[in-house]
C-alpha cells in the first residue's frame, strides 16, 4: 500500500495557468470559427500559406502551429467549428482544453477575449489533468506536470479564485476515483475529507466501526462489517447559523465486490469508482466553501468497502435502518442505497432546504443515459429545469429521469417494510431512487444524482478515468440561487 495520500497540491496548477499581464514571451492563440478566413488575423503571408498547406479549415478542436522566420513557434490557429463529435456539449470555450493536452512546451495567451473567459480557464485547467501517481517517470520528475509546460496565461476577465478553485477540487475528486482500492479505503476518504475540512475550517466528525452500531447506523456497518477496513460515517460542516442549509451525501463504497451477491470478474473491473459519489460531493464541498458561498453545509459520506467474508450480510437478512424501517435484503450488490438511506436519515432530520445526493448507484441509469449524462431525480422542477440548462452550458451535463410513483409499490416486501430491489430488471435506477426517497420526508429539496464517475474515453476536458460528475454543474446552480435571493 502507498504511503501517498489524496493531496491539496496547486503546484500543477500553477505551471499550466497564470495570472498576469503578457511579458512578451507569450505565444498568441486565434480561435478561428469553421471556414472562417484567416484574412482578418494578423499573420505574416508565409504563415496563412502555411495554414493552408496544413489543411487547416477552423474545424472544433483542430490546430496549427504558425512559424517564424527563425522557426520557432510564432501563433496558434485554433478551430472552433461545430463538428465537435465526442467532446462535452455546450459553451465552445469548453474546447480550450483539448488545446492544454497538445501544445508543446510554451506561455501562451488567448489573442481575442472568450465571450466566457472564467470557463475557458477552467477547461484549461481540466484539460491538462494527468493522473500519474503510479508512473514512475513522473515520480522521477518530481511529481505530476513537471515534464509539461503548456502555461496560458488566465484569460482577461477571468475570476481567478472561481477558476483555480473549481480546477483544484475537480483534479481531487478525480485522483480520489483514480485512485485503487489497495490505497483508497474508507480510512482515506475520512484522511481527504479532514484535510478538506482543516483546510477550509469546517468541522468534522467520524463514527468508526462497532460505533455505528451504538449511534444507530445499523445498515452502513451491515455492509462494511465483512471487510478488515472499518466502515464510517463522516460528517462535515460549514457556513454560518442561519444561512440557507445545504446537505450532500455522497456514497463511498471502496470497492464493491457484490457481497455474496458476487460480481463476474468483468463487473469488478472499475468498481474502484463506487465511491465516486463522495468524490462528487467532496468536490462540490471543496468549490462551495472555497468560492465562500453563503450557506450553511453539512457533507455526509457513509463509507464502506463491500466485501465478502463469514460476517458478510445476506441474501434473504432484514436489516433495520436509522429510520426504524425494515428493509429485506434482495440482493447484496444493492448496497449503496443501504449506507446512503442511513445518511439520508440522518440529514432529513435538520429538514434542510437543499439535500443532494450522489452515487455510482445503478447500471441502469447506464443503459438509459450512458455514461457521460448522469440521471437526476428530483421533484422541484424548477431546479431540474435549471440545472439541466446549466450543466450543458459548462460541459457537465445531467438528464432527469422520473421519481414515477406508480413504481413505489415495487420496493413491496412479505416480511419486512421494504425490499432494497425489485426483483423484475425493469426501471432500476427510477426504484433506486424511489428506495432513497422514502428516507428524506421532510428536506424541502431531495435531488439524486445517479452518476457513473468515469470518463470511458478522453475529450477536450479531461483524459479516461475518474470523473466526479455533476459537481460543478450543482455549484453553479446553487451560486445562482443564492444571487437571487441576496
Not at 119 to 133: D, E, K
Not at 240 to 247: K, N, P, Q, S
Request: proline share 6%.
Amino acid at each position: 500500500m502507498s504511503d501517498e495520500s489524496i493531496k491539496f497540491d496547486t503546484s500543477a496548477i500553477d505551471e499550466i495557468l497564470v495570472e498576469g499581464g503578457q511579458d512578451g514571451t507569450d505565444i498568441p492563440i486565434w480561435a478561428v470559427a469553421k471556414d472562417a478566413s484567416l484574412d482578418a488575423l494578423p499573420l505574416l503571408p508565409a504563415q496563412r500559406a502555411w495554414a493552408e498547406a496544413m489543411s487547416f479549415k477552423g474545424s472544433a478542436k483542430q490546430h496549427a502551429l504558425l512559424p517564424d522566420a527563425e522557426g520557432r513557434i510564432a501563433a496558434v490557429l485554433f478551430g472552433m467549428g461545430d463538428d465537435a463529435a465526442g467532446e462535452p456539449s455546450g459553451s465552445s470555450e469548453l474546447l480550450f482544453g483539448k488545446l492544454a493536452q497538445s501544445l508543446p512546451a510554451g506561455s501562451y495567451h488567448l489573442a481575442a477575449a472568450p465571450r466566457d473567459p472564467t470557463l475557458a480557464a477552467i477547461a484549461w485547467g481540466l484539460g491538462a489533468y494527468r493522473f500519474n501517481r503510479y508512473r514512475s517517470s513522473a515520480r522521477k520528475n518530481n511529481g505530476e506536470g513537471a515534464s509539461r509546460a503548456a502555461c496560458l496565461r488566465l484569460p482577461k476577465g477571468a475570476d481567478r479564485d472561481v477558476a483555480l478553485n473549481t480546477i483544484e477540487a475537480v483534479r481531487l475528486g478525480r485522483d480520489l476515483i483514480n485512485t485503487p482500492a489497495s490505497d483508497l479505503g474508507p480510512a482515506e476518504i475520512e484522511a481527504a475529507a479532514r484535510a478538506m475540512a482543516a483546510r477550509h475550517g469546517a468541522d468534522i466528525s467520524v463514527i468508526v466501526g462497532d460505533e455505528l452500531l451504538e449511534k444507530n447506523f445499523p445498515m452502513i456497518h451491515a455492509v462494511g462489517r465483512a471487510s478488515p477496513r472499518a466502515p464510517r460515517l463522516i460528517d462535515l460542516t460549514w457556513g454560518r447559523e442561519g444561512a440557507r442549509t445545504v446537505t450532500l451525501v455522497g456514497k463511498g463504497i471502496t470497492f464493491d465486490t457484490g457481497g455474496l451477491d458476487v460480481k463476474p470478474a468483468s463487473a469488478m473491473l472499475l468498481m474502484k469508482k463506487d465511491m465516486g459519489g463522495s468524490a462528487a460531493a467532496l468536490t462540490l464541498a471543496h468549490m462551495i466553501m472555497g468560492q465562500k458561498l453563503d450557506v450553511r453545509l453539512r457533507v455526509l459520506i457513509p463509507t464502506a468497502e463491500n466485501s465478502i467474508s463469514g460476517d458478510a450480510f445476506r441474501p434473504g437478512d432484514v436489516l433495520t435502518s436509522r429510520a426504524g424501517t425494515t428493509v429485506e435484503i434482495g440482493n447484496t450488490d444493492a448496497e449503496g442505497r443501504l449506507v446512503l438511506a442511513d445518511a439520508i436519515a440522518l440529514a432529513d432530520e435538520d429538514a434542510p432546504q437543499g439535500l443532494y445526493v450522489f452515487a455510482t448507484l445503478t447500471g441502469a441509469a447506464r443503459v438509459a443515459l450512458g455514461p457521460d449524462l448522469p440521471a437526476m431525480f428530483t421533484d422541484d422542477d424548477a431546479f431540474a429545469a435549471e440545472m439541466v440548462a446549466t450543466s450543458a452550458a459548462i460541459g457537465d451535463p445531467v438528464w432527469r429521469l422520473p421519481l414515477w410513483a406508480g413504481y413505489d409499490s415495487k420496493l413491496e416486501s412479505p416480511i419486512a417494510d421494504m425490499n432494497n430491489v425489485w426483483e423484475s430488471p425493469f426501471a432500476g435506477s427510477i426504484t433506486a431512487a424511489l428506495f432513497l426517497k422514502r428516507f428524506a420526508k421532510r428536506a424541502q429539496r431531495f435531488a439524486h444524482f445517479d452518476l457513473f464517475g468515469w470518463r470511458p474515453a478522453a475529450n477536450a476536458l479531461g483524459p479516461r478515468g475518474g470523473e466526479p460528475q455533476t459537481a460543478r454543474a450543482v455549484c453553479a446552480v446553487i451560486a445562482k440561487e443564492l444571487e437571487l435571493i441576496a
